[in-house]
């Protein structure tokens, strides 16, 4: 998981290398923010001891995810970047997001 969210990560600042000089402040902070936070949490979270303390970091982790995944689609409206980029971006946030689930849900059950 946290190996597609280096992938995620490195897609997402090529991505936002295209944007125009104006959104250098607004949406592709944003984007920055939000991917280094889904790989940051899950790196921290395997740190900690304990599932509920590793799954509170996991669940940070989904909400970015989410706020990127919505940033993605700003993009996608507003035509910055290479069409192939925000697609492989989308991809891969749902990929990210569809493994916390799953592990979240096992994370759960114990």
């Given at each position: 998981?946290?190996?597609?969210?280096?992938k995620?990560?490195?897609?997402?600042?090529?991505?936002?290398?295209?944007?125009?000089?104006?959104?250098?402040?607004?949406?592709?902070?944003?984007?920055?923010?939000?991917?280094q936070?889904?790989?940051?949490?899950?790196?921290?979270?395997?740190?900690?001891?304990?599932?509920?303390?590793?799954?509170?970091?996991?669940?940070?982790?989904?909400?970015?995810?989410?706020?990127?995944?919505?940033?993605?689609?700003?993009?996608?409206?507003?035509?910055?970047?290479?069409?192939?980029?925000?697609?492989?971006?989308?991809?891969?946030?749902?990929?990210?997001?569809?493994?916390?689930?799953?592990?979240?849900?096992?994370?759960?059950?114990?």
């Open positions: 998981m946290w190996q597609k969210a280096t995620l990560t490195d897609t997402v600042y090529l991505l936002i290398a295209q944007f125009p000089p104006r959104e250098d402040n607004a949406l592709t902070d944003q984007m920055r923010r939000a991917v936070s889904i790989e940051l949490n899950i790196s921290e979270g395997c740190g900690r001891k304990g599932d509920a303390d590793f799954a509170r970091f996991l669940n940070i982790s989904f909400g970015s995810a989410c706020e990127l995944e919505n940033c993605v689609e700003i993009s996608r409206r507003q035509n910055y970047g290479q069409e192939d980029l925000r697609y492989k971006a989308a991809g891969l946030v749902i990929e990210v997001k569809k493994m916390l689930s799953a592990l979240l849900r096992r994370l759960r059950r114990r």
